[in-house]
């Protein structure tokens, strides 16, 4: 699947697309499956699947927690990648892998890209491998027909940031503000600037992560960016209320895409 050209056909049809997350194994690979569930009934455009580390680096303390708890009791790849596939037989989103290098460097370069691809994957989020370093994960990734999706940080140089925009492949993933994930992040104008000097830097569509929580916050973003990512709310949201508030965020992020 071409991401670029899925995402173009998705937005003449709506403002902003939809990005979700699950934490493969938290709180458990059945709750996961109720998740993806939900998500399909909703008509989420992308989901990243996250392969649980024990020091997730970008992630903040509900992420963290989520990630030890899943390792607790047990998530061996095989089990992840038997999920993605079941979920990409299942439904029509587009899946990516969201995971630390250490995964993929214990499984090996193209042992990680065939697996992927074999599993209906469509790409990969490695957030704590600089692009110099992916050697070989570059040429595998194209071989099968995957896309290296790229950060760009508040903190890169404009430089830098078309650097990354000439290796990223799909979209780019836009890292709302400095720190962690989970934190709530203000739709401010320094956000907008950064935004643009990233459009500047790319012509792929960007996404935007770290901190979005409600539809008002998509809404807010129509015209802006071509995709929201949502991850911690919606964690937050099964642990707080269960089933039916996931499935009432959900249902509200939706609605807030506009057409």
Not at 74 to 90: A, C, E, H, I, W
Not at 139 to 144: G, I, P
Not at 149 to 160: G, H, I, K, Q, S
Request: charge should be negative; include cysteine; proline fraction near 4%.
């Amino acid at each position: 699947m071409n991401l670029t050209d899925y995402i173009a056909e998705r937005r003449t049809s709506r403002q902003i697309l939809l990005m979700t997350h699950v934490i493969v194994g938290y709180p458990s690979v059945e709750a996961n499956w109720r998740m993806l569930e939900i998500m399909a009934a909703a008509d989420v455009d992308l989901v990243e699947l996250q392969m649980p580390f024990s020091d997730p680096v970008a992630d903040g303390p509900t992420f963290v927690r989520a990630n030890q708890h899943a390792l607790e009791k047990g998530l061996p790849v095989q089990v992840y990648l038997d999920l993605m596939k079941r979920s990409t037989s299942s439904f029509s989103f587009p899946h990516i892998w969201m995971g630390y290098y250490n995964t993929v460097y214990q499984m090996g370069h193209e042992r990680f890209c065939q697996s992927l691809r074999e599993s209906g994957g469509v790409g990969h989020i490695l957030p704590d491998l600089p692009f110099e370093e992916y050697g070989d994960l570059f040429e595998l990734s194209r071989r099968d027909e995957l896309s290296p999706v790229m950060l760009m940080t508040p903190t890169n140089t404009d430089e830098r940031l078309h650097a990354i925009g000439e290796r990223a492949s799909g979209f780019v993933y836009v890292v709302a503000r400095k720190g962690v994930t989970g934190k709530k992040t203000e739709l401010q104008q320094d956000l907008f600037g950064f935004l643009e000097r990233c459009r500047r830097a790319t012509n792929l569509p960007l996404a935007l992560g770290f901190g979005l929580r409600n539809g008002q916050d998509l809404k807010d973003l129509h015209g802006v960016t071509e995709v929201a990512i949502v991850g911690s709310a919606l964690l937050e949201a099964w642990e707080q209320g269960g089933e039916s508030a996931y499935r009432d965020l959900v249902e509200e992020l939706s609605e807030h895409r506009g057409s």
